[in-house]
């Protein structure tokens, strides 16, 4: 006899951050659902044989879709991050946007499969907009399931992720009990850091690098030597030529600055929160968002690479990122870092019942 692993669907899966976290928690990924090809492409690479389905999740074929997939398989678990444009500090915030109602796409799955747990993911901002309409609408279309849902927003340097990134989560599971969320595993005054993270990295200030390429440093802290446990070669560390004018900016900005800190006159094409902004090498980076313009290396005058990004995100090194430059950046931007999808799968294991299967 032996226990079986857990089993997942991910919708809205993009690169699939957070069912990498589920899988490197021990659970079983089978299928990635997004209507992205290249990010999917990612995700199959990446996640120990799961199959990938690209599709609208606003057409109703698309839980049917996922059926005939995965067929007879016993699903434990589906997870998702529908998209957050809506509800995002950053998005349009029109409350008739339409990927504001996608989570009922969530909730149509949740309700065909019937698994033992879901999780939804989403920024903070859907729980107080328009009156928290949407959070309702989803506590209370999954409790008429019969789940019981938790919420919470999770602010992920309290679980060793090295970025300021939150993000609410709503767990729910059958039965009576009601899912706890882990307690955070790091403090303030040991938050992981910029340079803990990347600074093992080459410069990439004159060489730009390859898609693969060498180490040429060893790891210097333990959350790089976690990061580059799988990995012989180094992925997606490829510099970016910028021009000398802006190379010139982001020299005159102090560690931890943005445009603020900038002369009179020095860097006015770009005036906005998060413009010309220096990531702090003894703090957590700022949010990694889908571009690549804004934010900058705390020592190199440079745009962090994809595999910075991949590692302020906890994408260990042996996570490769597909397509061009561009797109391997908004995969890493939008992905839920591995390492809160980890924690939460750890702490959900002990709702599940994974019954023993019989080995022949």
Known sequence: MFERKPTVIDMFSGCGGLSRGFMDAGYEVLLGVDNEEIALKTFKENHNGAKILKTNLFDPQAISEMKEIIGETKVDLIVGGPPCQGFSLTGTRKE?????????????????FNPQAFVLENVPGLATLYKGKAKEEILESFHELGYKVSYKVLFAPDYGVPQIRKRIFFVGVKGEEKFEFPFPTHEPNNYITCEEAISDLQDRVEDFGDEEDDYINPPLSDYQRIM???????????GTKHTDLVKQVIAQVPEGGNYKDLPPGVGDSRKFNEAWTRYHSKKPSKTVDTGHRNHFHYKFNRVP????????????????FYGTKTQQYRQAGNAVPPLLGYHIALKLKSYLCIEEEVKI
């Open 96 to 112: 008739d946007d339409e990927r504001n109602t996608l989570f009922r796409s969530m909730v149509n799955a949740v309700k065909f």
């Open 228 to 238: 580059r446990r799988n990995s012989s070669k180094l992925f997606n560390h490829v």
């Open 305 to 320: 690479t994809v595999r910075e990004n991949a590692r302020l995100q906890t994408f260990s090194d042996d996570f490769i």
